[in-house]
């Protein structure tokens, strides 16, 4: 008898998997909804959004599950966590800023120092803020310790990743198509990910900048200095 990729004990299409999915689509829509989307576009941007995270994640988990099984859970472990924590701040700013993780967020983040940081979320985290976030986090925890998976045999599963992969280069051929980052707004922790990665090579550039121009000017200064003192020694 043929030997499935899958059984009961290591299937990746369980709850944490459909937890990640859904994280990684949830809170773009919500936004989306928040300004006014239509009803019918945002049912449609909702389902490619899961559409596309599905895919993402199914190639992800089922090259970590080929590679090594406790790849896989070590992969889904940590992706829960992620998810978790992205889902904490993403509750955050959608509540006070009506807004996802950017580049100017975390910009004064970066150029804030750990008291400021304090006082900012003490100021802002009140009893409607936390009672939701703890919200999230209990169903969370409930969603994902609940281990229940859904195994497939090869066939299907073979199905379901070429059919993930041909989603992924699609939506690839078009982002290069139209110049676009429809990859990474279609993902959250991708798109939290590019976000955090501007800011910090935004401010890594500033500060260089602000290197050469210190040096530029001691090195002007120097030169002048260096010109006076030939001067009044002539």
């Known amino acids: 008898m043929e030997k499935s990729i899958y059984n009961h004990r290591v299937s990746f299409l369980n709850t944490k998997f459909f937890y990640i999915v859904f994280i990684n689509s949830i809170f773009y829509y919500l936004i989306a909804i928040h300004h006014q989307m239509p009803s019918l576009q945002g049912f449609k941007s909702l389902i490619s959004l899961c559409v596309f995270n599905f895919a993402f994640f199914y190639v ?12 896989l859970v070590w992969l ?10 992205s889902g904490c701040i993403s509750i955050f700013l959608i509540l006070h800023f ?3 993780l950017n580049s100017a967020l975390v910009g004064i983040i970066l150029a804030s120092n750990p008291n400021e940081i304090q006082e900012f979320i003490q100021f802002y985290l009140d009893i409607k803020t936390f009672i939701t976030i703890l919200t999230f986090l209990i169903g969370s925890f409930l969603i994902t310790f609940y281990k229940k998976s859904f ?52 401010k890594s550039s500033i500060i260089a900048q602000y290197k050469d121009l210190g040096a530029t000017l001691k090195n002007t200064y120097n030169q002048l200095l260096s010109n006076r003192r030939g001067g009044e020694h002539y």
């Open 98 to 100: 009506n807004s996802l």
């Open 60 to 71: 992800l988990c089922f090259l970590a599950f080929k590679t090594h099984q406790k790849l």
């Open 151 to 202: 195994p497939l045999n090869t066939k299907i599963t073979i199905s379901l990743f070429i059919g993930s992969i041909l989603v992924l280069l699609v939506q690839t051929y078009r982002a290069c198509q139209y110049h676009s980052s429809v990859i990474t707004n279609k993902n959250e922790f991708l798109r939290t990910f590019d976000v955090i990665y501007n800011a910090v090579l935004e």
């Open 76 to 85: 889904q472990n940590f992706l829960v966590f992620v998810g978790m924590l």
